[in-house]
């Protein structure tokens, strides 16, 4: 079974405190590793799609990392605005419909 | 920058009762979905709908759902006879060229089954 997992479940940091979010994925023809932003109140916002292993991509603070079994959100020098939930998800099935962890809440304290 | 946009943004309805939540894609998109979440669980797809019909559907996607695009800017997701369990937020998303691509979520539509 396509199965998307996520860790730690919350995360609290200092301001400027650089840390990591796991996410773990077992999916049978991947199509695709998203990383999405979700504010309360608000849909999954788009941040970064990493197709195969060894790839990185870079945006502000954040940088996304994929091997063949996991993805990493490294966050560097957060600021109290990065506070969010943030999502993982594999892209699978015919049409690539995406298969979601249940996030990470990072919380940024100044 | 082009948004998904979803209406309402909160619907309350008696058990029973039919729903429609409608979507507007972003305009040059091809590729719709419908996600649900119900809260504090995962963010669960629903149906993905290309052509004018539809390509795939979760075991959620039961027959008392349906999509439908009745024009050339909307689309909706109809729930016949809502349940209690119904209750959650509905995301509807679209991307350009389908699979691989990154999808585009509007911010939902809290429905609340009474």
């Known amino acids: 079974e396509d199965q998307v997992t996520q860790s730690p479940e919350a995360l609290r940091l200092q301001e400027g405190e650089s840390s990591s979010l796991n996410c773990s994925y077992t999916?049978?023809?991947?199509?695709?590793l998203f990383w999405y932003r979700q504010d309360p109140g608000k849909g999954p916002e788009f941040l970064f799609t990493?197709?195969?292993a060894g790839e990185e991509k870079e945006k502000e603070r954040l940088k996304a990392t994929l091997t063949k079994k996991e993805s990493f959100l490294h966050i560097t020098a957060p600021k109290p605005e990065d506070s969010a939930t943030y999502l993982c998800?594999?892209?699978?099935?015919?049409?690539?419909?995406?298969?979601f962890g249940k996030g990470t809440k990072l919380s940024v304290k100044p | 920058e082009p948004e998904v946009t979803q209406t309402p943004s909160h619907q309350v309805t008696q058990m029973g009762q039919e729903v429609i939540l409608r979507c507007v894609p972003i305009?040059?998109?091809?590729?719709f979905y419908w996600y649900r979440q119900i809260l504090g669980q995962k963010v669960e797809f629903l149906v993905s709908?290309?052509?004018?019909?539809?390509?795939?559907k979760s075991e959620i996607f039961d027959d008392q759902f349906s999509v439908e695009r009745p024009d050339g800017s909307n689309f909706t997701l109809k729930i016949r006879s809502t349940k209690l369990e119904d209750s959650a937020m509905y995301f509807c998303?679209?991307?350009?060229?389908?699979?691989?691509?990154?999808?585009?979520f509007g911010d939902g539509t809290r429905l609340s089954i009474l």
């Open positions: 998303a679209s991307t350009m060229t389908g699979f691989n691509q990154p999808q585009h």
């Open positions: 998800a594999a892209g699978g099935g015919s049409q690539g419909n995406l298969i």
């Open positions: 990493l197709y195969s």
């Open positions: 999916v049978s023809g991947l199509r695709g």
């Open positions: 305009s040059n998109h091809l590729y």
């Open positions: 709908f290309y052509n004018n019909e539809i390509s795939e």
